[in-house]
């Protein structure tokens, strides 16, 4: 009858309500599961470095080093530290406010070739400690962005491609316009990403080589917020890499 019909469709809706709750409830808990996951990682990460450098503090302040060399180095390491930690901050600062200030982000014309020219200016210094050399190829074109996102996109990008390299290895960098979609794509000759490591270099804090990532300054964060600004302009990224031969990311954002 129609009474039942009724009855039927309050009770279909209330139970799809109740399973609309039930799944913003979970994505909550999960969420909060995820910040809490990260504050605690971010802490860990914070405390090493502090540890490290009260102990060479230390070692100095009771004159434990044997020569002027070891003094050397113990300051060297004092001041890695401290760089490593600012790099953190960097990193986490960035993180909040490509959570927080998505609204407020200011998109403009922004011209490529600069802005990648400036970035590798700023990277070259790292290479030349390898003697790695960088190859641009770069259409002239004009993207609607934010200016700082797509330095620190790029930045994150060519930086482990420098970093992840071999002496005298090669970064490849092409960027170019296909259909609808500006597609950048960052190549290089280095040690390579293991297979079973490929989806996971994505995620907060992943490292395949703790040890190394820390020697070159890095915090396990860049490639977490690359795959941030590139989901913001609605844009895809792929990792193709062999181990012992290289790595290449492609990153392709719609124009518009
Ligand atoms: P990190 O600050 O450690 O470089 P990222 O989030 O940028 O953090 O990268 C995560 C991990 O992915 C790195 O520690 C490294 O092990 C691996 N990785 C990233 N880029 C490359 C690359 N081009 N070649 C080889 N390994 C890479």
Do not use: W
Not at 106 to 132: G, H, Y
Not at 207 to 229: E, F, P
Not at 241 to 250: A, H, N, Y
Request: charged share 30%; glycine share 6%; aromatic share 6%.
């Amino acid at each position: 009858t129609y009474e039942y019909y009724e009855l039927n469709l309050i009770a279909d809706t209330t139970k799809r309500m109740a399973d609309v709750v039930k799944e913003s409830l979970k994505k909550i808990e999960f969420e909060k599961m995820v910040r809490q996951e990260f504050f605690t990682n971010v802490s860990h990460e914070l405390k090493t470095p502090i540890t490290s450098i009260r102990g060479y503090v230390e070692l100095l302040e009771n004159d434990m080093a044997a020569n002027e060399e070891m003094k050397k180095e113990f300051l060297y390491r004092i001041k890695k530290e401290a760089q490593n930690m600012a790099n953190l901050i960097n990193d986490i600062l960035m993180i909040s406010r490509l959570e927080t200030k998505e609204a407020e982000v200011t998109i403009k014309d922004i011209r490529i070739t600069p802005l990648v020219n400036e970035v590798i200016a700023s990277l070259k210094p790292m290479a030349a400690q390898n003697n790695i050399t960088i190859e641009v190829n770069c259409q002239p074109l004009t993207i609607k962005a934010n200016d700082g996102q797509m330095k620190e996109l790029l930045n994150n990008l060519i930086s482990n491609a420098i970093k992840y390299n071999k002496p005298n290895g090669k970064v490849n960098i092409i960027i170019k316009k296909e259909g609808n979609e500006v597609i950048f794509i960052v190549e290089d000759t280095g040690v390579g990403i293991p297979e079973e490591s490929k989806a996971r270099v994505f995620e907060r804090f992943y490292r395949v080589d703790k040890g190394r990532s820390k020697k070159m300054g890095g915090t396990g964060l860049g490639l977490s917020i690359v795959k941030h600004i590139v989901n913001y302009y609605g844009g895809t990224i792929q990792l193709e890499s062999e181990l012992g031969k290289g790595s290449k990311f492609t990153v392709r954002i719609p124009l518009s």
